[in-house]
C-alpha cells in the first residue's frame, strides 16, 4: 500500500525550531518529486516547498524562503522540512504529499496524487 | 505571483450538475487539477492534467480548462460530494493553490 505519514508536530514558542519527518512507503521513493502543503485552521490549501528526486532543486512559497529547508534521505525513503523562526503564521496542518512532475505536448503538469494525515505545527506562547 | 480564483460557495441539488470554476490568467496554457477535501481528512486528487480521472475517482467527475476557466463537473451530483474543492496549477516551478469551493449539496 502506497503511504506517507507524517510527524513531529507539536507545539512550540514563536522564534522556535521544529522538524518534521514523512516517511514514505509502498513505492520507490527516490523517483518521485516531494512536497509540503500546509493547511491553517479553517483556511485554504498553501504551498509550502518541493523537492526534486535527489534533491538537486528545491522551490519554497515566498514566506517561509530563508526560514524554512526541505530535504530528504532515499536511503531511509524519508522527507522532512526543518522549520526555523517560527512565527504564530505558520500554524497550520502540515502535509506531505508525492509529487507527478512531467510535460504534456505544451507545457509542464505537476500534481499531487498521494498526501498523509498530516501533522499539526503550533506556534503558541 | 500566479494566481488562481475560486468563488467561495457553489450549491447544487442531489442529482443535478455541480460546476466548479478556477480562473487563472492564460490557464489555459497550464495543466489544471482538482482536489476534494472533506472536514477532518486529507485532500484527494479527483482530475489531474486538465480531464484525467485518478483509479476510484467516480465517472460523474470531469474535468475541463481552456482559455482562462479551469471547471470541474460533477454530474449526479451525490449527499458524499458535499466537501471544500481546491483547483491547483504549476507556475516557474512553484505549485499554486486556489482559495477553495465549499460545495454543499441540498
Known amino acids: 500500500e502506497v503511504q506517507l505519514v507524517e510527524s513531529g508536530g507539536g507545539l512550540v514558542q514563536p522564534g522556535g525550531s521544529l522538524r518534521l519527518s514523512c516517511a514514505a512507503s509502498g513505492f520507490t521513493f527516490s523517483t518521485y518529486w516531494m512536497t509540503w502543503v500546509r493547511q491553517a485552521p479553517g483556511k485554504g490549501l498553501e504551498w509550502v516547498a518541493n523537492i526534486k528526486q535527489d534533491g538537486s532543486e528545491k522551490y519554497y512559497v515566498d514566506s517561509v524562503k530563508g526560514r524554512f529547508t526541505i530535504s530528504r534521505d532515499n536511503a531511509k525513503n524519508s522527507l522532512y522540512l526543518q522549520m526555523n523562526s517560527l512565527r504564530a503564521e505558520d500554524t497550520a496542518v502540515y502535509y506531505c504529499?508525492?509529487?507527478?512532475?512531467?510535460?504534456?505536448?505544451?507545457?509542464?503538469?505537476?500534481?499531487?496524487?498521494?498526501w498523509g494525515k498530516g501533522t499539526t505545527v503550533t506556534v503558541s506562547s | 505571483s500566479y494566481e488562481l480564483t475560486q468563488p467561495p460557495s457553489v450549491s447544487v441539488s442531489p442529482g443535478q450538475t455541480a460546476s466548479i470554476t478556477c480562473s487563472g490568467d492564460k490557464l489555459g496554457d497550464k495543466f489544471a487539477c482538482w482536489y476534494q477535501q472533506k472536514p477532518g481528512q486529507s485532500p484527494v486528487l479527483v482530475i489531474s492534467q486538465d480531464t484525467k480521472r485518478p483509479s476510484g475517482i467516480p465517472e460523474r467527475f470531469s474535468g475541463s480548462n481552456s482559455g482562462n476557466t479551469a471547471t470541474l463537473t460533477i454530474r449526479g451530483t451525490q449527499a458524499m460530494d458535499e466537501a471544500d474543492y481546491y483547483c491547483?496549477?504549476?507556475?516557474?516551478?512553484?505549485?499554486?493553490f486556489g482559495g477553495g469551493t465549499k460545495l454543499t449539496v441540498l
Open positions: 491547483q496549477a504549476w507556475d516557474s516551478s512553484t505549485v499554486v
Open positions: 504529499a508525492r509529487g507527478q512532475h512531467g510535460s504534456g505536448s505544451y507545457t509542464i503538469y505537476y500534481y499531487m496524487d498521494v
